[in-house]
């Protein structure tokens, strides 16, 4: 049969799958197909199911990548020839290889399972170490609950440098003993990292106890919010004592399951009345715990204070921000970022407590430098705390609300006055 008759069957089954089975070639008419100049056609064969593995495997070295990335997503591509794509230097061809992979994942028939597990230990090893992190996050997507994956892979995929490819093998991989997980939490691995484990079902004690003894408060939140998650008691219970310093725990700690009437009790004498109410109307709590609750409740209900004049309402005010920044600072948790989500959030009693608390001044004179409206001196309080120049810059215009024409600037933690000139901003602040 002459090569153009043969392109001519070749388009036919490509326009009508369902035919491929009456259309399919012979070894040596399938080879003349793979040398043809027009890569069009060999793109097609790249496509079918029916072609011997000899030619998908001659077809993964075609010079045409878009033929290459058709072999990679091909399921009868040989597993010598899938190991090969692994190494192409067109992305998009170890994309198509990934993909492939998420496709034949668990969950589908147990002939697709049995050829995932069939693929080369070296394919999924190379595809666990690609340079680009979107091929690493498919291969982790579709292995992240695959229980026959060769351990080595799942662990380089979840210490991963790039959460989106460490998340799901986090939370998901049955493969991950509390040994693995233990270690990976020592190891200060990516931000996210801790939340992702947190939120695995049926969270061990000993990981918990690891998880809520660390500075991370969205993983403290995401392992409080994770109701499988086993929690110890007296780990709750410092939990509920770190919650009166960080208000992120309080909610998910008022909606924790099988809450023990201690900690509930303790909450009550500290959280907002709106959490105050959804505590006490929590149907799941025992007894003692809804007695605890009420008793506290009426206390609070029924407490007067007598009225405190405004000027000592305001120092109280800012004593109680300077006190919760300290607790902070002292758990290592009073980084720049919570002071810029302060500012932005618009907490800027807190703010500027923090800011003064890491520059280690009182609050008279944090208090003064701010009222000077100077960019000189809101700069150097800036340079006290260890803020970089863009979050001094953002004090001057929100805390000191000096005019943005006016503030200093500078480039990342560059200051544009020297250290002998901010100093001396401070000593005259310092000792007005």
């Known amino acids: 049969m002459d090569l153009s008759r043969l392109t001519a069957r070749l388009e036919e089954g490509s326009a009508n799958p369902a035919g491929l089975a009456s259309a399919a070639f012979t070894y040596e008419e399938a080879k003349r197909l793979a040398g043809h100049p027009d890569p069009e056609v060999r793109r097609a064969l790249a496509t079918r199911a029916d072609v011997v593995p000899e030619i998908l495997y001659f077809l993964s070295a075609d010079p045409d990548p878009e033929v290459r990335r058709r072999i990679a997503a091909n399921a009868g591509t040989p597993r010598q020839a899938d190991y090969n794509l692994a190494h192409d230097k067109d992305a998009e061809v170890r994309a198509g290889l990934a993909r ?49 994956v060769a351990p080595e892979v799942i662990a380089r995929l979840a210490r991963d440098i790039e959460i ?40 061990s004690a000993g990981v918990s106890d690891v998880i809520a003894g660390s500075a991370d408060v969205e993983a403290i939140a995401d ?18 004592a770190r919650a009166r310093a960080l208000p992120r725990l309080r909610e998910p700690l008022v909606r924790r399951a099988n809450l023990p009437h201690g900690a509930a009790r303790r909450l009550a004498t500290f959280i907002a009345d709106n959490l ?22 009426h206390d609070r209900l029924k407490a007067t204070k007598p009225a405190i004049p405004s000027e000592n309402r305001e120092a109280l005010e800012i004593e109680a921000e300077y006190e919760k920044a300290r607790l902070l600072k002292d758990s290592g948790q009073l980084d720049e970022d919570l002071i810029r989500d302060a500012i932005a959030r618009n907490h800027l009693a807190f703010a500027r407590a923090a800011i003064g608390v890491r520059a280690d001044l009182g609050p008279e004179v944090v208090a003064r430098i701010l009222a000077s409206a100077s960019p000189k001196a809101v700069t150097a309080l800036g ?16 805390l000191a609300r000096i005019n943005p024409d006016m503030a200093l600037h ?8 020297t250290d002998g000139e901010m100093a001396i901003q401070i000593a005259i602040f310092a000792n007005d």
């Open 100 to 148: 492939k992979i998420a496709r034949l994942a668990p969950g589908l028939s147990r002939d697709e399972r049995d050829r995932v597990r069939a693929m080369t230990y070296e394919t999924l090893s190379l595809l666990a170490r690609d340079q680009a992190p979107t091929i690493r996050r498919i291969l982790a997507e579709a292995l992240k609950s695959d229980p026959h």
């Open 164 to 203: 989106i490819v460490a998340a799901p093998i986090l939370e998901f991989s049955p493969i991950l003993t509390d040994e693995d997980l233990l270690d990976i939490i020592r190891s200060s691995p990516v931000a996210g990292a801790l939340s992702a484990i947190a939120k695995r079902d049926g969270l």
């Open 223 to 240: 392992l409080l919010g994770n109701d499988s998650a086993q929690l110890r008691e007296d780990t709750l219970d410092a939990m509920v």
């Open 276 to 297: 105050l109410q959804v505590l006490a109307q929590r149907r799941d709590l025992s007894p003692e715990a809804v007695s605890a609750v009420r008793r506290v409740v």
């Open 383 to 398: 340079w006290r705390a260890g803020l970089s120049m863009e979050t001094t810059a953002l004090a001057q215009v929100r």
């Open 410 to 417: 500078g480039v990342g933690r560059r200051y544009p006055l």
